[in-house]
């Protein structure tokens, strides 16, 4: 009667596990390879359409300090989810496909989105522009994907070069990245990162979709928990100023640029 009870019991234990629904798997995004022309301007379009779809945030520090002139949705609306989750989709390697799987959580129980994505939605932008992963390879970690494009930088195929920020005036298409560490440690050049490459860094990058006189437009992910557009003030040769306020902003050390088949590629 017993192994009767605890043969029922398994049976319907079973049984309701059955009815449960499983949790929908993720799998890593199938990216296009498309043609190096053109490039730059998929990169732009592909994050001026996320921009959009998070209601426009805006960030401007052309005064010195940060301003946030408009809030758009961020991460813990709802119905941005799916697309948070599709830039981790774009991040091929394991924490990545963990993220995508737990709605971009450190661990099953934390908070929806507590992981940094800045370096996916890089990664995704790169990704929909159909950039070869090997040559922006899609990471949960920003040194990761700029290590590589330093590393490859003499490659005669690179689809990217470094350039020092201190020299080259950003244009469309570049991404601008800065060093959010300690500022007695911070890089200000990206040849002093030549020597620790591999080592982590906190490291952010945005993309450049707009240049005016005074001031340069530039997308991220994970600004302001959001897709955000930051303005950002220049020189009057169009390079970027150190960013100020009261909090330690970080620094500029970087302009990744895209090769343009054809133009002639200077050299920083």
């Not at 601008?176 to 007695?184: H, K, M, N």
């Amino acid at each position: 009667m017993l192994r009767l009870s605890l043969s029922l019991a398994s049976s319907l234990l079973l049984a309701a596990c059955a009815g449960q629904p499983k949790a929908p798997q993720y799998p890593p995004l199938a990216c296009p390879v498309l043609p190096q022309a053109g490039a730059p301007q998929r990169l732009i379009v592909a994050a001026q359409g996320e921009w959009q779809r998070f209601g426009g945030t805006t960030i401007d520090w052309r005064n010195g300090e940060r301003q946030v002139l408009q809030v758009g949705a961020n991460e813990r609306d709802p119905a941005m989810a799916p697309a948070i989750r599709t830039y981790w989709q774009a991040v091929p390697t394991r924490l990545g496909m963990v993220y995508a799987n737990q709605n971009g959580r450190s661990t099953p129980t934390a908070t929806d989105f507590d992981v940094a994505w800045s370096a996916a939605f890089v990664g995704w932008v790169a990704c929909a522009a159909g950039v070869p992963e090997g040559q922006m390879p899609r990471d949960e970690a920003h040194f990761r994907y700029i290590d590589a494009v330093i590393n490859g930088r003499d490659r005669p195929d690179s689809w990217f070069r470094p350039f020092e920020v201190i020299q080259t005036p950003p244009q469309p298409g570049d991404l601008v990245c800065l060093d959010r560490g300690s500022p007695t440690t911070r890089l200000s050049s990206w040849a002093e990162r030549v020597a620790e490459l591999g080592v982590a860094r906190p490291l952010h990058c945005d993309l450049v979709v707009g240049v005016q006189a005074g001031q340069v437009e530039a997308i991220g992910g994970n600004v302001e928990d959001s897709v955000a557009l930051s303005l950002y003030p220049t020189d009057p040769q169009g390079r970027l100023y150190p960013l100020g306020g009261p909090d330690n902003p970080p620094g500029w050390f970087l302009i990744l640029r895209p090769v343009v088949p054809g133009a002639v590629v200077p050299v920083s």
